[in-house]
């Protein structure tokens, strides 16, 4: 019997044609049977403030409510002046308070993302993992840095190079093994 991990996917963009979404619903038309997953919004949410904290908004208690059942993550993002974009930290910084309810402990989470330029998502991504290290989260080593060519990914969410394909797949299913060990 295979054990299923539930994967809240997490876009770091809020762009409607986002390559990054794109690239994520790819990358779940890749995943063994092993993973479900479901996608969780960052639109609604406020800038985080400590302000809120006694009455967090219903947006932030969804949020957090969402992350917290879930067993592993898959964040795709964009790099933005070589850090990570300011939807997503605010949403990390969301989940990650209070400290003794911080959502991403102890979680395997996958990072990778996709830009234009030639080194895709690099420098953000180190950043990224740096922030997850701190909070205590597993993060899946290797890179997964995509540099987003036209027509990369099809109206199918198919990726449409094989060579991109065939390394996304390898990187999805090692997430796949990390994720189901982890979470036994």
Known sequence: MTKHVKVAVIVGSQRKQSINRQLANALK?????SLQFIDISLDDLPMYNADLEPNRPDAVNTFVA??????AFL????????SVPA???NAIDWGSKPMDKNVWRDKPVAITGTTPGAIGTAVGQQHLRQIMGILGSAVLGGEAYITFKPDMVDANHQITDAGTR???????DRFANFAV????
């Open 29 to 33: 038309g890749l995943a063994p049977e």
């Open 66 to 71: 969402e992350c917290a059942r879930a067993d």
């Open 166 to 172: 065939d390394f996304l797949k390898a990187y999805i």
């Open 181 to 184: 060990k982890l979470s036994a």
């Open 87 to 89: 939807v997503l930290k």
């Open 75 to 82: 964040i795709v993002m964009p790099e933005h002046n070589r």
